[in-house]
């Protein structure tokens, strides 16, 4: 009984195939659709370490990624290597990380970006700095708003993308802001604020 896997599809609970044959039959799949066999250390692996196939070398279970799909718990290559293999799985699939980012996480690609720059002039919609990089969406709905610099991108992410404390935001500046106010032409006078307290000497 112990030459079997369990199977409790089956009538007697147990696997048509031996262990030995359901491993030779797994590998011959695994060849078949071009999967190359699995590579192990040609030297024992001390406790709490691990083989990377990629570099070929031992190296310490903390120099690899934690994961549930493996029996050990860890992936198969060390930290380097499985950054270095997903990075390449990203441009052999999308053409670049960036593309892949713009996909996953907006799913627009490069060209509609480059599209929606475009529209706005090269220029962040909101301050209109030049070449902004960063996409805004709609939190709850995941729609495209428009491309934005990194600060105004963070500030709206700062206020939660809340009109009322944008709005309030605003409200606040207006009336703590010193402000030059034109009496008479080439003539300026400084109105300062009527909340808040001067800064010290000392500032």
């Known amino acids: 009984m112990t030459e079997f896997h369990r199977n409790v599809r089956r ?10 044959c359901a491993a030779q039959r797994s590998e011959t799949s695994r ?4 999967i190359k066999e699995r590579r192990q250390s040609p030297v024992p692996v001390p406790d709490g370490s691990k083989w990377c196939p990629s570099c070929e070398e031992i190296k310490p279970l903390a120099e690899f990624t934690r994961t549930k799909a493996k029996r ?5 290559y060390c930290l380097p290597c499985h950054t270095a293999k997903g990075v ?6 999308h053409g670049s990380t960036r593309e892949y980012h713009l996909r996953h996480r907006y799913g627009i690609g490069q060209a509609e970006f480059d599209e929606l720059l475009a529209e706005q002039g090269g220029v962040c919609a909101i301050c209109g700095a030049a070449d902004p990089q ?3 969406h709609d939190h709850r709905t995941g729609w495209v708003r428009g491309i ?10 700062q206020f ?8 309030n935001a605003i409200t606040y500046l207006k009336g703590t802001t010193w ?3 034109l009496i008479h032409p080439g003539v300026y006078r400084i109105s300062s604020s009527t909340r808040g307290r001067p800064p010290s000497r000392s500032s």
Request: charged share 30%; hydrophobic share 30%; net charge positive.
């Open 31 to 34: 060849r078949k659709r071009g």
């Open 72 to 76: 050990d718990g860890y992936h198969s």
């Open 160 to 167: 939660r993308d809340d009109p009322v404390l944008l709005a």
């Open 134 to 136: 960063h996409v805004d």
């Open 148 to 157: 934005l610099c990194f600060n105004c991108n963070g500030g709206l992410g």
């Open 88 to 93: 390449a799985s990203k441009v052999r699939h």
């Open 179 to 181: 402000r030059r106010a």
């Open 11 to 20: 009538s007697d609970g147990l696997a048509f195939y031996c262990r030995q």
